[in-house]
């Protein structure tokens, strides 16, 4: 009796909750997503399927390559999510896929929220990889395997206008 409560219990959880369940874009931030995206992270053709599975999403592939001391793998060009970019940046798979969940999930509602107003620009800074930290030579590398875009600012639907 208590396994059918268990299995029963198991199956009426929602799929985020459950870290054998594979991401989708459209599956709210749950407990499991980092561990989600670690597997996305070793799995360069599933993360960019996961990503043409949306026809508004464009992203081109890009080879891996080394820089000094840095290896950069699983690696796409963001040209365009659901928001329009200040221009195209490079990106690891995973987090141009975690990128697109929180704006799906988190942007546009605390945008329309707080500003009234959906996101339909991001102005970004660039992509920053693989830096020595404090500047030492030989201090670890920071985010040696992910890209990082800082973000500068977003426009609303009504500053477009």
Request: proline residues 6%; charged residues 20%.
């Amino acid at each position: 009796m208590a396994v059918a409560c268990l299995v029963v219990g198991v199956w009426a959880l929602p799929l985020q909750w459950l870290p054998w369940t594979p991401l989708t874009l459209d599956m709210p931030p749950g407990l499991f997503m980092t561990l989600k995206l670690t597997r996305l992270s070793d799995d360069p053709a599933a993360c960019r399927a996961l990503l043409a599975e949306d026809p508004a999403i464009r992203v081109e592939a890009v080879d891996d390559f080394t820089s000094g001391d840095c290896r950069l793998t699983n690696l796409v060009r963001v040209q365009r999510t659901a928001v329009e970019w200040s221009s195209s940046y490079l990106a690891h798979c995973p987090l141009a896929v975690a990128w697109v969940i929180y704006e799906r999930h988190r942007l546009m509602d605390v945008a329309q929220t707080t500003l009234g107003s959906s996101v339909v620009r991001v102005e970004h800074l660039g992509s920053l990889a693989c830096r020595n930290i404090y500047g030492r030579q030989q201090a670890r590398r920071s985010q040696p395997r992910q890209l990082i875009s800082p973000l500068s600012s977003w426009r609303t639907v009504s500053e477009s206008a």
